[in-house]
């Protein structure tokens, strides 16, 4: 996986430099038929839980990732938000102050069985530049860090690994700053954040000059992992 993954990103990087289980003795159990509701209902729940994963990144302004991975087959749901802070429930304005701490990041709800951690990663690398320190084009400042923020010893590995192996590559111009931090002090922004491309493409000129181009260049590279609808 890993090297396809990375011969994948070499090939196109320079176009876009823009659960443990609960056990009982059965035996003593006597059931009536609301309790088999219960247990069904939350058998349910616990494998719709297992069917899903959450992945942090900062990638610049929000308002732009979400609108690539938004297009992704097997993202079920993306959020705009802050994380990695050190204050909790921070406002966009404390955010853009640049005292927090934060970066503005999507975190992303996805389906492992459509889309892997892996090849969320191979998009998130591909989709903006991760050479540029604490700056996306015009947006600068610390908030706007190119960033991973790992959920667990898992991710952190494929993170720190997959950075590796592309700085190693020699494929971009400069050194690879993405920070690889631990998930923490995550809050969503504000509603007016969420859905930003969809909800403003036609109001707002960001949205045509900026999003529209990187969504443009995302549908060419990742025909295949669009969604169908």
């Not at 349910?44 to 959450?54: E, F, G, I, M």
């Not at 993170?159 to 631990?182: C, M, Q, R, W």
Request: proline share 3%; aromatic share 12%; glycine share 6%.
């Amino acid at each position: 996986m890993w090297s396809k993954i990375l011969v994948n990103t070499l090939i196109v990087a320079n176009s876009f430099q823009l659960n443990s289980c609960a056990t009982g003795e059965s035996k003593n159990l006597r059931m009536n038929t609301n309790d088999d509701k219960t247990i069904a209902a939350i058998a349910d729940n616990v494998s719709d839980k297992q069917k899903t994963d959450t992945a942090t990144f900062g990638g610049g302004c929000f308002w732009c990732t979400e609108a690539v991975f938004q297009q992704v087959d097997g993202v079920l749901k993306v959020n705009s938000g802050y994380c990695g802070g050190h204050i909790k429930n921070p406002t966009y304005e404390q955010v853009c102050s640049k005292t927090t701490g934060h970066a503005e990041v999507i975190q992303i709800v996805f389906d492992p069985s459509k889309v892997s951690y892996d090849e969320l990663l191979e998009i998130f690398w591909k989709t903006h530049d991760p050479t540029t320190l604490n700056r996306q084009g015009n947006d600068v400042g610390p908030q706007y860090r190119s960033s991973v923020f790992y959920h667990n010893a898992e991710q952190k590995e494929k993170a720190e690994h997959y950075k590796a192996e592309l700085d190693k590559s020699g494929i971009f111009n400069a050194p690879i700053v993405t920070t690889i931090e631990a998930y923490k002090n995550y809050s969503e922004a504000e509603n007016y954040h969420q859905n930003y491309y969809n909800l403003n493409k036609n109001n707002n000129p960001y949205c045509y000059y900026v999003i529209k181009p990187k969504l443009d260049k995302f549908e060419k590279v990742f025909k295949d992992k669009m969604r169908k609808n």
